[in-house]
């Protein structure tokens, strides 16, 4: 009758649930036709918005796979880059929420190099951590963790700290499911510091559960307790500055660490403490996840360091209970039976505690047999990926280098032809030369004949003029010489008592004394001196001017007027214009070698 009531309890409750669930998909489906209904007639703007609330309304269906390929080609038909990235991103998130391996690998990397050709580096971290957990899911640690790798060393290139703290601790929980607790520890560190200086204060908390895990992984329980201290700092800080945030969760996760901390610390008082603030902390919603899990666990490991192993034995056994029908994650599983082997050996029940231990044992070599399988055929894979990629490689260098010979042989051959063609055309140049040359040279040879012709008639004519003006020479002979004999007179006349630097020199008396007419003593002078008569007069007080600059230290002004020049203006203007200085440029250059021309 217990049965029977069970059973149709158990049925009513299924029923509900059943009904509940068919509900809620017919009220999804109600919202999505409504929206579906009004979308065409949206502007473009509100229409991305709305397929976006789209994807969001039918995240747990299969249908949304069509409204993200539906916001694809929406960003695209706009040229909304962003709401692309955006949508690629959630594409890459369904393939992994999908266990779409096979997707996700083929697609991902169009993904990732579409998010850094646009640098849209938020996204790309996302889609990184995506495929990259998808490759350690699948067994391919060793590709996740290249992949880790190469996607750490892109976040350096770029420089976005988030980012590389991000890859820090995917490389990091990687090295940690391969119990490489130490490099594990290293890289969880580094992380934390990177997330700082990211200011991501909600990033390094969820970091500093890890680390401590590691810690604790590698028995440094007074370092494990340190990071424990400071992530409460942390969680303190951030709900201060966020209180808007529920962060119960990371508080009890503290607990659970300092729980067994402390009992391992041999510390029970602290351990107590910490236990009752992690069921105080622990949210009744959290049953039938991981955390009542860890719940059961913490408080086994407070009862086992204490010695009440019954009540610690049935914590144990929820836990297992949990992870056999609940996960699938072996590694936890069997941790917790080598716990389950310790507890019954302590407990004196050693058949059990043999059995349990030879089982965990077998299981994981089993288990270690297949990764150990699976992690070579894996290297094998990337051996032959990496051959494959450098035979990929030598066969472009060698495409190349054809390339290059290829251009480099069209180029000679080009070369060749311009300097072909430039020496046809240098001959056909210099053929148009010599023609125009030969023509030149003849026609010089025909202005010779008549330039000989012309010299010989100009030689009779000369010979004729010569005969003609032979009489008229000595008549102008002697008037050079009459010519002569009246210039120096006048010069005479001038260098007399300094005559020519008086005011007025008195050329009536000098025209009265010569007995000649005003007329001919300005053609005598000018016929001896190439120059009137007046400008030989100042000739010769320049020259007496800069023989005084030369010879005294008197003032340019007594100079002017010694060489008969009233007015100093008129002086240096003609002083510069027959020696190119001014009197005072004259004294100070020195210029003695000048003279009057």
């Given at each position: ?23 809620q ?20 703007a ?27 080609n ?12 955006r ?10 929420m ?14 990732i190099q ?52 991000q890859m ?9 499911s ?12 580094e992380?934390i ?31 494990a307790?340190?990071?424990?201290d ?23 996760r ?19 403490e ?11 919603q ?17 009862h ?9 034995l ?11 029908t ?40 089993s ?7 699976a ?6 894979t ?26 480099a ?13 430039c020496?046809?055309w ?14 030149q ?7 010779a004949?008549e ?22 020479e ?17 010069h ?17 008396k ?10 001919y ?19 010769l007080?320049?020259e ?12 340019i ?5 010694l ?9 240096n ?25």
């Open positions: 009758m217990k049965i029977l009531l069970q059973t149709i309890i158990l049925c009513i409750l299924a029923t509900l649930i059943f009904c509940s669930a068919v509900a998909q017919s009220a999804v489906a109600r919202q999505t036709d409504s929206i579906l209904s009004v979308l065409p007639s949206l502007p473009d509100e229409k991305l918005e709305t397929i976006g609330k789209l994807i969001v309304l039918n995240n747990r269906e299969p249908s949304v796979k069509i409204y993200i390929n539906m916001l694809i929406e960003a695209q038909r706009q040229k909304n880059i962003e709401m692309e990235g949508a690629l991103a959630n594409l890459a998130f369904y393939y992994t999908q266990f779409d391996t096979d997707s996700i690998f083929t697609e991902s990397e169009d993904i579409f998010l850094r050709t646009h640098n849209l580096y938020d996204l790309l971290s996302t889609v990184h951590n995506n495929v990259i957990m998808r490759h350690s899911v699948a067994g391919r640690t060793l590709t996740a963790l290249r992949k880790a790798e190469e996607a750490y060393e892109y976040s350096k290139e770029i420089q976005d700290e988030l980012f590389t703290a820090l601790t995917l490389m990091a929980n990687l090295y940690s391969m119990n490489f607790f130490e490099e594990a520890l290293r890289l969880y560190t992380s510091k990177m997330g700082r200086k990211a200011s991501s204060e909600k990033y390094f908390v969820n970091t500093y559960n890890l680390i401590i895990v590691s810690a604790i992984e590698l028995k440094r329980y007074e370092e307790m340190q990071y424990t400071s992530m409460q700092l942390e969680i303190d800080r951030l709900q201060r500055n966020k209180p808007e945030l529920n962060l119960k969760w990371n508080r009890f503290i607990n659970t660490h300092k729980v067994r901390i402390y009992a391992e610390m041999k510390q029970y008082d602290d351990a107590l910490a236990l009752k603030l992690t069921e105080a902390l622990f949210d009744p959290w049953k039938g996840t991981i955390d009542e899990a860890t719940f059961n666990e913490t408080i086994f490991r407070y086992y360091a204490t010695g009440n192993f019954q009540k610690a049935e914590h144990l056994n929820s836990a297992i209970q949990f992870v056999e609940g996960t699938e994650n072996i590694e936890l599983l069997l941790g917790y039976n080598m716990l389950n082997a310790r507890l019954h050996f302590d407990m004196g029940d050693y058949r059990h505690a043999a059995q349990t231990a030879f089982n965990v044992i077998e299981s994981r070599d288990l270690n047999t297949q990764r150990f399988s992690q070579l055929n894996e290297l094998r990337i051996f032959e990926l990496d051959k494959l990629e450098l035979e990929a490689v030598r066969k472009q260098a060698h495409i190349r280098q054809q390339r290059i010979i290829i251009l042989s069209l180029g000679g051959c080009f070369l060749l032809a311009v300097i072909v063609a020496v046809a240098n001959r056909k140049k210099l053929a148009q030369k010599n023609i125009v040359l030969y023509r040279i003849k026609q010089q040879d025909k202005v004949e330039r000989d012709a012309i010299e010989k008639e100009n030689k009779i004519l000369k010979a004729r003029y010569q005969i003609d003006n032979a009489n008229q000595n008549d102008e002979n002697d008037e050079k010489t009459e010519y002569q004999t009246i210039f120096d007179r006048v005479e006349y001038l260098l007399t008592d300094r005559n020519f630097a008086k005011e007025e020199t008195n050329i009536n000098l025209i009265k004394s010569l007995n000649v007419s005003r007329t003593l300005y053609e005598a002078v000018k016929a001896v001196t190439k120059k009137p008569l007046q400008v030989y007069i100042n000739n007080r320049l007496e001017a800069k023989k005084l600059l030369d010879t005294t230290n008197e003032k002004e007594i100079i002017s007027e060489c008969g020049y009233n007015v100093k203006s008129t002086f203007r003609q002083f510069k214009e027959v020696f190119g200085f001014t009197p005072s440029e004259y004294r100070n250059v020195g210029k003695k070698n000048i003279t009057a021309g």
